[in-house]
């Protein structure tokens, strides 16, 4: 069976960027709610969407300048050990650094768009638009969940190790640069999922509202 989804990209990805359903899946499932309102749900100049844009931005900059950077290192290491015949332990110190800031960042940015692993099946099976709506607004409120608990953690220790003032064993770089990490990407995560689950709620009372008035 083939069908041309209604699903579309966003940017800044582009073309190759698209929350996916099973071709199988028939009807049309409902399109995914993702942290950034599409439509009419909110004002496309809404204080807070403005701040949203310069915050994503921002991430999506630093996540290219941490992965050029993480780059550029483990090639400058491959020619110290290799070619010269002196390598530099510190460079394995910055590539965690930057890898680390890499993945958490990734993790805000693709939570952002709605474009973080998810099952399809759940569109094979279900056909009643209204009820995916709700399933998937209950799985988004079980992510803040399992973020908010994990990241508890996570931030308590990233905590720790900057209140501590530890140093990196061969940079003596305070380790906490590599921990604050923890601390933008389970905020940034546990905010953005809070805001899809709201635009969720809104979009299932609206199609609620509206199977109820037909």
């Known amino acids: 069976m083939s069908r041309k989804s209604t699903q579309h990209p966003r940017e800044p990805v582009g073309a190759d960027s698209f929350i996916y359903d099973p071709e199988l899946s028939n009807p049309e499932p409902p399109e995914h709610i993702t942290a950034i309102p599409e439509g009419n749900l909110v004002p496309y100049d809404h204080p807070v969407l403005k701040l949203e844009r310069v915050f994503s931005k921002t991430v999506y900059i630093a996540i290219v300048f941490c992965a050029v950077t993480l780059s550029l290192l ?27 800031w890499s993945y958490f960042l990734g993790i805000v940015y693709v939570t952002r768009n ?28 079980l992510s803040i969940g399992a973020c908010a608990i994990f990241g508890y953690f996570a931030i308590r220790y990233a905590l720790f190790e900057i209140q501590t003032g530890r140093l990196s064993s061969y940079m003596r770089w305070p380790k906490g640069l590599w921990s604050a990490s923890l601390i933008v990407g389970f905020c940034g995560t546990i905010i953005y999922l809070i805001m899809q689950a709201v635009n969720q709620i809104i979009d299932y009372k609206f199609h609620m509202q509206q199977k109820g008035g037909n």
């Open 74 to 100: 483990m090639f400058g290491q491959v020619l110290l050990r290799y070619v010269f015949k002196s390598p530099f332990v510190g460079i394995e110190e910055l590539g965690l650094l930057f890898g680390a």
């Open 114 to 141: 709605g474009e973080h692993i998810h099952g399809g099946i759940l569109s094979l099976i279900v056909k009643n638009k209204n009820k995916i709506r709700f399933v998937r607004l209950f799985m988004t409120v």
